[in-house]
């Protein structure tokens, strides 16, 4: 009975991840091609504030994924599944949407 409950929770999980990895990315896709705006552009003032390292936001997906294993009760699971969205989001972003749409990745570590 105990295992049913984790899988259904997994499941559960699983679903809400990849809703939210699709709306973040259509978000995502919506500033770079609608809005025709360029992250290593807009964001280039941010550059002195972070040593010249690009702040990609799988990165803050990571952080919070990894923050989630120290946060108590009903928190803990949100945080998880808005941490790997927005990290899953980023994957997405840079190595199929931008490889297919422009020919190239575009993760820079620093900006140009």
């Given at each position: 009975?105990?295992v049913f409950q984790r899988q259904k929770i997994m499941r559960e999980m699983i679903?809400?991840?990849?809703?939210?990895?699709?709306?973040?990315?259509l978000i995502t896709v919506f500033f770079r091609f609608a809005l025709e705006m360029?992250?290593?552009?807009?964001?280039?003032?941010?550059?002195?504030?972070?040593?010249?390292?690009?702040?990609?936001?799988?990165?803050?997906?990571?952080?919070?994924?990894?923050?989630?294993?120290?946060?108590?009760?009903?928190?803990?699971?949100?945080?998880?599944?808005?941490?790997?969205?927005?990290?899953?989001?980023?994957?997405?972003?840079?190595?199929?949407?931008?490889?297919?749409?422009?020919?190239?990745?575009?993760?820079?570590?620093?900006?140009?």
């Open positions: 009975m105990v679903k809400k991840i990849a809703l939210l990895t699709a709306v973040i990315e360029k992250a290593g552009e807009t964001t280039k003032v941010m550059s002195a504030l972070t040593l010249g390292l690009r702040i990609h936001h799988g990165y803050a997906g990571i952080a919070v994924m990894l923050a989630s294993a120290f946060i108590a009760g009903r928190y803990k699971r949100p945080a998880f599944i808005i941490g790997a969205s927005l990290f899953l989001s980023d994957l997405i972003h840079h190595f199929v949407v931008l490889k297919l749409v422009t020919g190239s990745a575009e993760f820079d570590i620093f900006y140009r």
